[in-house]
């Protein structure tokens, strides 16, 4: 078999043995160690690739197979070396030139393939077994063959610089168009950008596609044959050379995308590989062998792949910027973690010290921006996962330390890890281990010492990372099948100092209940801390006493974390303890901060959503985000009216759609029955978010009659109360349908004065779209129960509203309203006069009145005259002015009782029958008198 291949090596090696070539240049490149030397003749050049990349082909075929053959070769081919009088130290000086000529120029594709191909004869020349003792390895080329690699693919640099140069510079250009602005480029980078901008005037150069697929093709054929060598050719004398090696590897593993999973182990097959990336891995991993170095070896490659990992710039260098998070990179970074994932499975306790080294240096050098620090955290809790039970502890211990540091980033990303590690399974004890170390096994341990004791941490910027860690922990755990970390937060003493018991949990109300403690005699409730911020001090470790304090925690993003996790407590327990934290989160709605106060809306939402059939939170929900329609900025408008709509008005359904055991849709009319009964004094703020609504076409024709078809039913009274609020804006209601019930609920013996009013209302906003006749008999109606003293206060102010519309609208004149208001108005005026002197004037009338009654007639009185001021007349003031009077009167004479010197002179004496009033009485005359604008002179002026 041998012999039959020497023919074959004689053939392929008779374009690289020119007659003329120069032993002189030959021994030179060595001399020089493969650095800068004279050129090859372009003639002996132009002899080796006259026929192309066959020179290099038919070549490569021949050494294959003395490379892959056993050692019994071995002297036969160095002998046919010999007695033919080639020089290996000549054909490796060819190769070099072709190397060179990539490493040194900007050439065109064919030169580039040359230079890779060559690279590739000179590895499969250290492969034929005797290369060592024949001198055939020398590092300078051995690396240079390794560079070329990452020379030979065409940089994204020269596209912009091509671009450069098709525009004139000026005065203003930057030299160093990638480098970072602010930053003065150095002296000898402008020398090198002109060196290489000298190179480019002589010869622009393009690469096609074809021309890429070209270069990537020698580019994975050579890597192929050097990962063949790396098998069988040991590094491990020389260092210098590994670390070229792993940088070259590291910087391939995102060449291109790898379009299907791998995993590198001793069983890879190479021919099966189709990608570069799965090469460049493949080469790391036989890197890692004993044969290489090992652990030291292994070392590097950690140490290299910590920029894939943290998502960084990869080459030399110390400054490595980092990537844009693209998918590309994120693929890179997961390969990475799965590559020393595979590792650590394979060479399990020799590799701990290296990976612990690995996980220090994540936290260390991670980039301290969220989203790098989340990928990070993810990365390094991987790789964490492959640790036994007794390295994790130490690795905990550790991090606990670490997370005291006095650097700030430092302090986040130990959160940002915490967080990771609470998202897997909590680990098994493990009974070899010490007390000491069981506990870093525990979830609990890094809720309790990692992340509760950043929430007192004196950075703002510490303190809130912990907090909505805290908060996000916490939604985490609720859906945990494990030992929920809200449970022992609540039966660990050491954290909320009260009193527990096996098994408690959320559920019970007292659970939060721990008393108010000061934490800090400071005003910003800050715990004191070293320069590593380490808490130090006594403390009373309670959360919900943390919280009191972080909530009015003197920075803004603390606030907003610290409402986080209230809300994440109190969804997951009773909150019938709880007023003053449901007091806390009304009062945020109203916070100085617009970020506060729009957290503050959502987080009360949120609860509200939690908890839909909870008294206590709906009315908390009402009184925080009802009145921030008002609120002057914007965005938190928008806000509230987001959080109104959402809950109230999207889940108003038909009457027919509606059923009991729908949360949302019983939440909605809750909460309008409170606005309509408990919390009328909120429902002026709705005025406000419906004609805002109403200017946006908020109101379909289908959510009236979904509100109309609820006004014969339980939800009578608040239906009418948002119909009332949006009758002023819409057209569209079915006004047959309110008249109807008008006509049912105005007949009723007790009707419900709620209800009567918001359809007083109702009607008062449609009058002018009613017919004629019906206005009449409405208006006869209204006229009827106002002089009858049927209705109570709150119905009598609708009433006389309503009256007001109905004129305006059966008037065409503003003087014809006017008649028609004194018309029907001076009715009932008339009639309130008459009963008012039935009980002022009359001797004893006073000693018989109905005190409701007569408080009934002063409100009607002083609501109906201001509609017919003209029919006033001066009876109508004596009487209202006798009651202020002789109120006046009664008082003076109870207090002077007794007293033997009470003065001769008295106020203006009362009317007969009015002696004697009582203050609520008297409190309506008062405010009857201050609403009448009576004529200067005509009446006297009461005393």
């Known amino acids: ?31 020089l160690d493969f650095t800068e030397t004279e050129p090859l003749d372009p003639s002996i050049e132009a002899e080796i690739i006259e026929t192309g990349l066959d020179a290099f082909t038919k070549l490569h075929e021949s050494l294959l197979r003395f490379a892959t053959e056993e050692h019994g070769s071995t002297e036969i081919f160095w002998t046919f070396f010999a007695e033919n009088n080639i020089s290996h130290r000549a054909l490796v000086a060819l190769f070099y030139h072709f190397v060179q000529t990539v490493h040194k120029k900007n ?81 000898e980078d402008i020398e090198m950008d002109e060196i290489v901008e000298e190179q480019e005037d002589e010869e622009d150069i393009s690469f096609s596609a074809w021309d890429l697929c070209q270069i990537r093709r020698a580019i994975f054929h050579l890597l192929k044959n050097f990962l063949r060598l790396l098998s069988k050719f040991s590094l491990k004398e020389k260092p210098q050379c590994v670390q070229n090696c792993i940088e070259v590897f590291v910087a391939l593993t995102n060449f291109e995308p790898v379009l299907h999973e791998f995993h590198v182990t001793q069983a890879s097959n190479l021919d099966q590989a189709k990608y570069i990336p799965e090469l460049a891995y493949h080469g790391l991993y036989l890197l890692c062998s004993p044969v290489h170095g090992g652990d030291k070896v292994i070392g590097c490659v950690f140490h290299q792949m910590l920029n894939v990992i943290l998502m960084l710039e990869v080459g030399e260098g110390s400054h490595h910027a980092p990537l844009a998070i693209t998918s590309s990179v994120i693929s890179s970074r997961n390969q990475a973690v799965q590559f020393i994932s595979s590792l650590v499975d394979e060479l399990k306790e020799s590799i ?9 240096h994540i936290c260390a050098k991670v980039v301290d ?38 650097k700030i980033p430092h302090r986040v990303f130990t959160l940002d890890v915490a967080l990771a590690l609470l998202e897997l399974p909590e680990r098994e004890a493990d009974h070899a281990l010490s007390s000491e170390h069981q506990k870093f096994l525990n979830h609990k341990f890094l809720v309790q010492e990692i992340m509760f004791d950043r929430c007192l941490d004196k950075a703002p910027t510490v303190r809130s990372k912990a907090l909505s860690s805290f908060a996000h922990c916490l939604e985490l755990s609720a859906n945990s099948t494990s030992e929920s970390i809200l449970e022992f937060l609540i039966n660990s003493p050491t954290i909320l100092g009260i009193e527990s018991h096996p098994g408690t949990f959320l559920r019970n109300s007292s659970a939060f209940s721990c008393q108010k403690q000061t934490l800090n005699p400071g005003d910003s409730g800050v715990i004191n801390t070293d320069s590593s911020g380490e808490t130090i001090g006594s403390r009373e470790r309670c959360v919900m006493a943390m919280l009191r304090k972080r909530i009015r925690d003197e920075k803004i993003n603390v606030r907003k974390s610290a409402l986080q996790v209230l809300v994440s407590i109190l969804k997951h327990c009773s909150v019938s303890g709880m007023k003053e934290e449901l007091s806390i989160l009304q009062e945020q709605c109203r916070d100085p901060a617009v970020s506060v106060r729009k957290q503050a809306l959502q987080s009360l939402t949120e609860l509200l959503m939690a908890h839909p059939r909870c008294a206590q939170i709906q009315k908390a929900w009402l009184m925080g985000i009802t009145p921030v329609v008002m609120d002057s900025e914007s965005t938190v408008q928008e806000k509230a009216l987001e959080c109104l709509d959402q809950v109230l008005l999207q889940n108003i359904k038909h009457f027919n759609k509606f059923h009991g055991g729908d949360d949302s849709q019983v939440l909605a009319w809750a909460l309008l029955s409170l606005l309509s009964t408990e919390s009328q004094e909120l429902s002026r703020y ?25 006004t014969g039913t339980e939800h009578s009274a608040p239906a009418w109360m948002l119909l009332s609020k949006i009758a002023c804006s819409s057209p569209k209601l079915d006004y047959t349908r309110v008249i109807e019930s008008w006509e049912e609920i105005s007949s009723q013996q007790n009707p419900n004065s709620n209800t009567l009013g918001h359809i007083l209302c109702v009607i008062g906003h449609i009058a002018k779209h009613l017919p004629k006749s019906t206005r009449d008999k409405v208006t006869d109606v209204v006229k009827c129960k106002l002089s009858g003293f049927h209705w109570s206060l709150e119905l009598i102010s609708s009433a006389v ?29 008339s009639t309130c006069v008459h009963c008012l002197s039935n009980i002022v004037l009359k001797e004893g009338g006073a000693g018989n009145m109905d005190e409701d009654l007569l ?18 007349e001066k009876r109508a003031f004596l009487l209202i002015q006798s009651i202020v009077a002789s109120s006046a009167d009664a008082d003076h004479l109870a207090s002077s009782q007794g007293s033997s010197d009470a003065p001769a002179s008295q106020p203006l004496a009362p009317v007969r029958g009015s002696s004697v009033m009582p203050s609520v009485i008297r409190a309506h005359a008062i405010i009857t008198l201050g609403e009448q604008e009576w004529p200067v002179g005509q009446y006297p002026c009461a005393v």
Not at 13 to 23: A, E, F, G, R
Not at 855 to 872: E, H, N, S
């Open 686 to 710: 709705l005025n406000k978010a419906f004609y805002i609504w109403s200017t946006k076409d908020k109101f379909s024709s289908a959510f009236i009659n979904n509100m109309l078809s609820h």
């Open 801 to 829: 509203d309503t009256l007001q519309r109905l004129c305006r609208a059966s008037a065409e004149t503003a003087v014809e309203e006017r008649e028609l208001l004194n018309q029907v108005c001076g009715d009932v005026l």
């Open 1 to 31: 078999m041998i012999m039959v291949a020497l023919p074959g090596l004689g053939s392929g090696l008779q374009p690289w043995c020119p007659l003329d070539l120069s032993l002189e240049w030959v021994e030179t490149v060595w001399e």
């Open 369 to 406: 921006k969220s989203e790098y620090r989340t990928y990070a955290a993810q990365s390094l809790v991987q790789l964490l996962s492959k640790l036994p039970c007794g390295e994790y502890a130490t690795f905990i211990a550790w991090l606990y330390r670490y997370s005291r540091s006095s």
């Open 352 to 360: 701990f010290p290296v990976l612990r080294i690995l996980l220090q």
């Open 107 to 187: 050439v065109g594709v064919q030169y580039r393939e040359y230079g890779l191909h060559a690279a590739g004869l000179y590895f499969l020349l250290l492969e034929v077994p005797g290369s060592v003792a024949n001198q055939i390895f020398h590092p300078v080329m051995f690396d240079k063959c390794i560079q070329i690699v990452k020379k030979s693919w065409p940089q994204e640099s020269n596209l912009s610089r091509k671009r450069r140069k098709e525009h004139p510079k000026n005065s203003q250009t930057n030299p160093r168009g990638h480098r970072k602005r602010g930053k003065p480029p150095r002296k």
């Open 855 to 872: 408080v009934k007639y002063i409100f009607t009185l002083g609501d109906i005259a201001q509609l017919c001021p003209a029919r006033v």
